[in-house]
């Protein structure tokens, strides 16, 4: 992987988190990626704050809100659609095609909560963001992938 790209951060507040994800949001702006970003962490523990950083880069002025029961929110501010989804209540790697996944990534730039959920559907070039509770309000937040050089 290309170092140069890793993010390894302790935050110690929401704005801290959230500027995280403008860092990632610079970086797949800056580099023109369209990646597929699989989201980690317990109940809580900001990725939903990590992708409103996301979207101020990629799709600016969007509301974002955690898509726990519309399943995936659309963003359509940037020149690429942003895609979040919250696969918190997905039991079975087949119910992903009951709305359209592989459109939607095939589409534009997806960010997935609960990525753990996706099993063998997690596309191998997945931008893996693990985001662990510390003491209080602080986070640490690992980003791997984004501008990984490729094997032909």
């Not at 596309?123 to 662990?132: L, N, T, Y």
Request: some cysteine; charged content about 30%; overall charge negative.
């Amino acid at each position: 992987m290309n170092e140069q790209y890793a993010i390894d951060i302790i935050t110690r507040n929401a704005e801290e988190t959230e500027a995280a994800g403008r860092r990632l949001g610079e970086i797949i702006r800056d580099t023109g990626a369209r990646p597929f970003i699989a989201l980690y962490g317990d109940l809580g523990a900001g990725k939903t704050v990590f992708v409103r950083g996301l979207a101020a880069i990629l799709s600016p002025g969007s509301r974002v809100k955690s898509p726990t029961y519309t399943l995936v929110n659309e963003y359509r501010r940037g020149p690429v659609p942003l895609f979040h989804f919250d696969l918190y209540r997905i039991a079975e790697e087949d119910e992903l095609d009951g709305f359209g996944f592989e459109d939607y990534v095939a589409g534009g730039i997806c960010a997935a909560e609960w990525s753990e959920r996706l099993g063998d559907s997690l596309p191998p070039d997945a931008v893996e963001v693990r985001i662990e509770k510390l003491e209080g309000d602080e986070r640490r937040i690992a980003v791997r992938g984004i501008g990984e050089e490729k094997e032909a």
